[in-house]
């Protein structure tokens, strides 16, 4: 079998090109694909292919998306959004590891984040998900599938021409130096562990730029003190009757200083726009006032008791009647860490308008 060239009839050729500028995204620069690297905060389903209890494909997760893809909410998350908004023909970012899906549908967007990941491999082990080096491994399988796929040249354009999407850190905090899961409470200071952490980002980033990406937008860390788990905790422990203060003030941190390391890596990098999109001020405002955003509730998730489910404790509800919230836009967490997808959506878009959608 041979596949044979259809030659393009010179008749169709303009109005075809007319057609595609009509309909060019209002971006500044073409984009070519969209590339995720993570935690659970942009994870499409990568965990559902690794053995591990962190995991979401199974409802009530996705009830108001096609189906438990193991993305950790009711419907998208915000990387599927920015690919929408980016104009890339699609609304969602599929995972790099489901099978239903090739190097064809990969070209124009791919999804290498693993939930309950972490800058620091040591996250990773907790729950036995894949770490970042190997997320940067499979992106390297990934442009060698696309050269084959496409050719070398070609194939230089879309990972020169793409965005990446880099959504990590938190795990790193709330999972393992404040859980105390592993020893890294004992070998840092906060501040110690922090610059770390910023110095593992520098180190990720400085790869993926070795590797061909130019444009980065490293999301910073949201106010994890008021993810409903937190509260919970705080209000256990008699600390607090709100967010976790100490954990936000953390966040704060890590943010300052991954945004001097951004500004610092970005100018010893040739061509590279590397950018730190700033989330906490804006999602803190969410759920310090819901209401202002027509949200009922920020301080539980919609799924369960919403003070403590997420994965299969969430899972577990799914039969129960009452099990979930009525109204999952109502509320801005899904579960007890997890935006809903309408909360997902609204950080989506002042993130495309700030950073995702602002590259040259
Ligand atoms: C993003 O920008 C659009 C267009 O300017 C605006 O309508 C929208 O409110 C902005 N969204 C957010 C969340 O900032």
Redesign the pocket.
């Known amino acids: 079998m041979h596949a044979r060239r259809h030659p393009v009839q010179p008749a169709l050729q303009l109005p075809l090109l007319l057609l595609l500028l009509a309909v060019a995204p209002t971006v500044c620069a073409h984009v070519t694909a969209l590339i995720v690297f993570g935690d659970s905060t942009v994870d499409a389903g990568n965990n559902n292919a690794i053995p591990t209890v962190v995991r979401s494909n199974f409802p009530p997760y996705g009830c108001d998306f096609p189906g438990a893809t193991g993305r950790f909410s009711n419907g998208r998350i915000a990387t599927d959004f920015y690919s929408e908004a980016l104009g890339l023909g699609r609304d969602f970012v599929p995972a790099y590891l489901d099978p239903d899906y090739g190097i064809q549908d990969f070209a124009i967007g791919v999804c290498f984040a693993s939930a309950g990941s972490g800058l620091d491999v040591a996250t990773s082990r907790v729950f036995r998900v894949i770490p970042l080096w190997k997320q940067v491994d499979m992106f390297r399988e990934y442009k060698a599938r696309l050269a084959a796929h496409l050719g070398a040249a070609e194939a230089n354009t879309v990972v020169a021409g793409a965005v990446y999407a880099v959504s990590i850190g938190t795990n790193d905090f709330i999972e393992n130096y404040y859980a105390l899961t592993t020893t890294r409470f004992l070998e840092f200071t906060l501040p110690e562990y922090t610059e770390y952490l910023v110095g593992l980002a520098r180190a990720f980033l400085a790869e993926l730029y070795g590797l061909g990406a130019r444009r980065i937008g490293f999301t910073g860390l949201a106010a994890m003190g008021c993810l409903p788990l937190e509260r919970a905790r705080a209000r256990a422990l008699g600390t607090s009757g709100g967010c976790d203060e100490g954990y936000n003030a953390a966040a704060r941190a890590f943010n300052a200083a991954l945004a001097g390391m951004v500004a610092d890596l970005g100018s010893e990098l040739p061509g590279a726009q590397i950018r730190v999109a700033e989330v906490f001020e804006?999602f803190e405002g969410v759920v310090r006032d819901p209401a202002r955003h027509g949200f009922a509730r920020a301080d539980v998730g919609c799924c369960g008791t919403g003070t403590y489910e997420t994965g299969y404790t969430c899972g577990a509800w799914a039969a129960a009647p009452g099990g979930t919230c009525q109204d999952a836009d109502r509320y801005v967490f899904w579960d007890a860490v997890h935006p809903t997808e309408r909360a997902s959506r609204?950080v989506a878009?002042?993130l495309?308008?700030t950073t995702f959608g602002r590259f040259e």
Do not use: P
Request: glycine fraction near 0%; charged fraction near 15%; aromatic fraction near 16%.
């Open positions: 804006f609204l878009e002042h495309i308008n």
